[in-house]
């Protein structure tokens, strides 16, 4: 008997916390929207790439925890944004004509300096951080004091 008693106590419990789960009530919840794994913020991930010859250049792109896999966009305020301004600045400034300010704030100059990298790039002009982004457009790659622009 007391073995089916333990049974019917496991059964509700599990069927409690499913149910509150269900409610977004239950042990595991979501994190708040201001840590959300899917935005760029203080964090950067590192890349690395043979450039010349075998010297292994490395460049930091925006990242949340060390996963480059982020978005940002107007409005953010971060070092990741300005990891994005500096690369912008040295990568494409001269050809695009655009010098923009390193303060890490995601404004209307770096909305515009994006998209016309983008644009360059051959992908949507559209000003918002994302995987095309990262992927088609060229980062600051360094090695000691040398620089070199390359996509990751």
């Given at each position: 008997?007391?073995?089916?008693?333990?049974?019917?106590t496991?059964?509700?419990?599990?069927?409690?916390?499913?149910?509150?789960?269900?409610?977004g009530?239950?042990?595991?919840?979501?994190?708040?929207?201001?840590?959300?794994?899917?935005?760029?913020?203080?964090?950067?991930?590192?890349a690395?790439?043979?450039?010349?010859?075998?010297?292994?250049?490395?460049?930091?792109?925006?990242?949340?925890?060390?996963?480059m896999?982020?978005?940002?966009?107007?409005?953010?305020?971060?070092?990741?944004v300005?990891?994005?301004?500096?690369?912008?600045?040295?990568?494409?400034?001269?050809d695009?004509?655009?010098?923009?300010?390193?303060?890490?704030?995601?404004?209307?100059?770096?909305?515009?300096?994006?998209?016309?990298a983008?644009?360059?790039?051959?992908?949507?002009?559209?000003?918002?951080?994302g995987?095309?982004?990262?992927?088609?457009?060229?980062?600051?790659?360094?090695?000691?004091?040398?620089?070199?622009?390359?996509?990751?």
């Amino acid at each position: 008997m007391r073995h089916f008693r333990g049974s019917r106590t496991t059964a509700g419990s599990v069927a409690g916390l499913t149910l509150l789960s269900g409610l977004g009530l239950g042990m595991v919840t979501a994190a708040p929207a201001a840590a959300y794994a899917g935005y760029c913020n203080d964090g950067y991930a590192s890349a690395y790439r043979k450039l010349v010859g075998d010297s292994t250049y490395t460049a930091y792109l925006p990242g949340y925890k060390a996963n480059m896999d982020c978005t940002m966009g107007s409005g953010a305020q971060s070092a990741s944004v300005a990891m994005l301004q500096r690369s912008l600045n040295v990568c494409y400034s001269d050809d695009l004509g655009f010098n923009l300010k390193v303060d890490g704030i995601f404004g209307t100059n770096t909305k515009n300096a994006l998209a016309a990298a983008q644009r360059d790039e051959g992908i949507k002009g559209d000003g918002i951080y994302g995987k095309d982004s990262r992927t088609h457009l060229e980062w600051e790659f360094t090695r000691n004091s040398a620089t070199r622009c390359a996509r990751i």
